[in-house]
């Protein structure tokens, strides 16, 4: 390795993808969507997927930089947005966490036959909450085998769940018809909330650019990473959603615990196997907050050292890592947890995990503006990757990804008739969603307005 050579392998920026971007419990709301999702996956991974992970390449390679994302927004748009950005991309964070603190509790009621009363419930979300905020703020070397061994138990869960999928389908039949119509889309406004879902499958992609100073040939092993990824990604989700669609009918797909529903339904009752899985589940749900912990806060991190967050997110430890903002996620989560016997929704892993996939595609919505801003006020830049096409083209992979997410963002937070189940289902995560930006156009301006005092206070005493 002494001449040059570099450590990070394209297989290596595949697998890194694969195991940190798959997220299992996503799979069930997924496939909620019924026999069509299959169309979606296709139609999302060549109108969404292909130019996201093409345009991540181009800008991961040219401004490369611990900002990521954040700094491809402020060099496009300017501190305040940046700002804007750095909110929203941080805040899915500990919003995510609440919702599978939830869903841990859930899950492990259901594999140990347990009844708990609400305050123990909160109990153990707040355990899992800080469980994770004290491990996700160690070195990551620290915690490289937790990594490990959640992504044999991400991809043992897919494939039994599969495998067991094609035995019950060829020896008892299947819940959902697999007939060719029923694969084609259902323009149902408010079935179709969950295609955010599958948007959100998709991202985070963007992390494998950052690894470009570490790669022989970023220039072709980025995009390939990239792409090679998505594809395996979107594999192994159609893998899982093909064992939930033969074991449960769609109607009766629960968003949070359908998953385990099919394990139940295919083996018949809760013996030893469906028990193990549930606990490989459990790790998953740990395993996973871990491993985005330092992604996200560092990203916050940098932003509070830029100035445009609060110097509260900036604070390091003796290692240099960054728990101010692991704390941070830690009392946001903890407020949730708390809250949540007081939200009118009978589903509250649904509600907070719709609020995250929100506040996480919200972010995404200033990429593609950026990439475009950033290709017109900087064209002389060198490109060791470049997004093909002439200017239509470019045109059309920026817009058409931006009002995919933009249309998915409405169908979530928006009720789309005046069923109760809408209204109740979708009113939270309305009122939440602005209750967040609001916070956050606060957040922002309090440390603009700091930022601005620090300047006048310097040129003052620079003056005199």
């Known amino acids: ?77 300017g501190a305040r947005w940046g700002g804007r950005l750095a909110w929203v991309y ?106 955010s879902i599958i948007i959100f499958n998709f991202l985070g992609f963007e992390v494998v650019a950052t690894m470009a100073d570490d790669m022989d040939d970023p220039k072709k092993q980025i995009p390939k990473a990239i792409i090679y990824g998505g594809i395996l990604i979107a594999f192994f989700y159609l893998l899982s959603a093909f064992g939930m669609s033969v074991a449960v009918p769609t109607a009766k797909l629960s968003a949070s615990s359908g998953l385990l529903d099919s394990f139940i339904l295919m083996i018949g009752n809760m013996n030893w196997f469906v028990i193990i899985i549930g606990i490989l589940f459990l790790y998953i749900l740990v395993s996973e907050m871990i491993s985005w912990a330092l992604g996200v806060n560092y990203v916050a991190d940098y932003a509070a050292k830029d100035h445009v967050l609060p110097a509260v997110f900036g604070k390091e430890d003796k290692n240099n890592m960054p728990v101010g903002t692991g704390y941070l996620n830690g009392v946001v989560a903890s407020i949730l947890v708390i809250a949540s016997p007081f939200i009118p929704n009978q589903d509250i892993f649904w509600a907070f995990f ?35 096409g002439g200017k239509v083209m470019i045109q059309l992979m920026t817009w058409i990804p931006e009002i995919l997410l933009i249309f998915t963002i409405i169908l979530t937070v928006v009720p789309m008739n005046s069923s109760k189940s809408e209204i109740s289902g979708k009113m939270p995560i309305l009122i939440g969603t602005i209750i967040t930006m609001v916070i956050g156009e606060i957040v922002v301006r309090i440390a603009d307005r700091h930022t601005e005092s620090n300047k006048q206070s310097t040129n003052k005493q620079q003056t005199n």
Do not use: C
Not at 39 to 54: C, D, H, S, T
Not at 61 to 66: E, P, S, V
Not at 113 to 138: E, P, R, Y
């Open 1 to 77: 390795m002494e001449n040059g050579k570099k450590k990070f392998r394209l297989f290596d920026a595949v697998l890194m993808s694969v195991v940190v971007i798959l997220v299992v419990e996503s799979a069930a709301p997924a496939a909620a969507i019924g026999m069509s999702q299959f169309f979606w996956w296709i139609f999302l991974l060549i109108l969404f997927f292909l130019p996201y992970g093409l345009i991540s390449s181009e800008l991961g390679t040219t401004y490369a930089g611990d900002g990521g994302l954040y700094d491809w927004v402020k060099q496009a748009f």
């Open 90 to 195: 941080w805040i899915n964070y500990p919003i995510w966490m609440a919702s599978l603190a939830v869903l841990f509790v859930q899950v492990a009621e259901t594999i140990f036959k347990l009844h708990l009363n609400t305050t123990v419930s909160i109990i153990i979300q707040l355990a899992f909450v800080w469980f994770v905020v004290i491990v996700g703020n160690k070195p990551v070397s620290e915690s490289k085998w937790i990594m490990n061994l959640a992504a044999f138990a991400k991809l043992f869960t897919i494939i039994a769940l599969f495998a067991l999928g094609v035995y019950v389908a060829v020896t008892k039949g299947v819940a959902n018809s697999f007939a060719p119509k029923n694969f084609l889309p259902q323009m149902n406004l408010s079935g179709l909330s969950n295609l």
């Open 354 to 388: 719709s609020l995250n996939v929100v506040a996480l595609l919200l972010s995404y919505t200033m990429m593609f503006p950026a990439f475009l801003k950033l290709r017109k006020i900087d064209p002389d830049r060198e490109r060791p990757f470049k997004v093909p």
